[in-house]
Every structure is written in C-alpha cells, then in structure tokens.
C-alpha cells in the first residue's frame, strides 16, 4: 500500500516544523499500523545529539539525501530504532519515531512483542520498530513506495505538548521532543546517565 502523495512536500521544512505535525500520522508495515504519538526533533550539523553532526558517515547517508526515506539504525547492538528523513535534499535532519499506539494487526504486534500490555507494545523507539516488524534493512526504505508507509494525519493534533528528548548527552536540554498531551502510549522521561572517569592510579 502506497503513503501519502503529499509526504514529500510536507517533510520538506524544517524538522521543528514537521516533528509536531507527524504526531497522529499512520506508519504502516505490513499488517500492522501505528498511530505516532511521541516523536524527537533532531537537526544534523546544528544539533550535538545527531547522528549526523560531524558530517555523513555511511551509516547516516540516507540522512543526507531527500526527505521521505526511512534512517534505521541499531543501539545497544541489539535494538532497531527508526527514523523519518526531513528537509531539503543535501542537509541532514530526521525525526525520531518514539512511541504510538498499534491500531491495526493488533495479533501480530502482541505475537512479535510477546508479554507486554497492548499499550507498551508501541511504548518506546525499539518496541515500535519490533511490532512493526521493521529491521535494520528498511533503513532507506520509501515512505510513499513502502513496503514502509507513514500517510499524516489531516488534522493537526489538538493537544501537543514539549520537553527534553530522552537519554541524550549531546544537546540534552533542548525541549526537542513531542507528544500527544495525555496519551498513554508515550514514553517514559529519562535522562542521559552520566559517564564516570575513573582517577588513573586508582
């Protein structure tokens, strides 16, 4: 099932612009959709929290290129995390996609996320991308062509509210982050741990 035809033109702006917009949009894989409810603003060369600060790597290519595109990526070596690609073609921002609530394939999102309330199935960037079924390799998949869609929402959303983006050393204080005001499906608040330096000799 094809996405929006309009995506790309709503992706375009600026990714503080768009971030907001995004909450109550589809994303679509397969059999299952969620409804965005919690999403971070991130803004390549200006922001220290984005993977693409210093520059393109190979891993953030697709960061780089046209707005539309799926960025995916692993943390802690185990978890997939995804993205929707911003701006204009040849700059680098993105949006986090954090949490949203499964709306449709309900079975097989409780299958892939065996033992967690229909509400934390969704709960959280790595949860969303396991219900989903969304791997390492749809990282610079199309969002209008699929197999992964993300269609907005036609109305922008009544109640939105704004904080720091989650475990973020990099620029942690920036009220970066967006969700729907008193939805059950975002996200908990945590903040980056700090790194501790051990004293040489000790």
């Known amino acids: 099932m094809a996405g929006s035809p309009d995506l790309r033109g709503l992706l375009s702006a600026p990714v503080?612009?768009?971030?907001?917009?995004?909450?109550?949009?589809t994303l679509r894989h397969g059999e299952v959709a969620v409804r965005l409810t919690e999403v971070e603003a991130y803004d390549g060369a200006n922001d220290a929290g984005s993977h693409a600060y210093r520059g393109p790597t190979p891993r953030t290519a697709v960061m780089?290129?046209?707005p539309g595109f799926l960025y995916c990526y692993f943390t802690y070596g185990m978890h997939v995390c995804c993205n929707v690609v911003t701006g204009l073609d040849g700059t680098a921002s993105a949006v986090l996609l954090r949490a949203g609530e499964v709306t449709e394939g309900l079975e097989l999102a409780r299958a892939r996320r065996p033992g967690a309330s229909d509400r934390d199935l969704a709960r959280g960037p790595a949860r969303l991308c396991k219900a989903l079924g969304i791997e390492?390799?749809?990282?610079?998949?199309?969002?209008?062509?699929g197999p992964v869609t993300l269609a907005p929402s036609p109305e922008p959303a009544p109640a939105v509210s704004v904080g720091p983006r989650v475990g973020l050393r990099g620029d942690p204080d920036r009220p970066w982050r967006f969700w729907l005001t008193g939805e059950p499906t975002v996200s908990a608040y945590r903040p980056a741990v700090a790194r501790v330096r051990r004293a040489k000799g000790l």
Do not use: I, T, Y
């Open 16 to 25: 503080l612009e768009v971030a907001p917009r995004l909450l109550g949009a």
């Open 64 to 66: 780089f290129g046209p």
């Open 136 to 145: 390492l390799s749809h990282n610079g998949a199309d969002l209008v062509a």
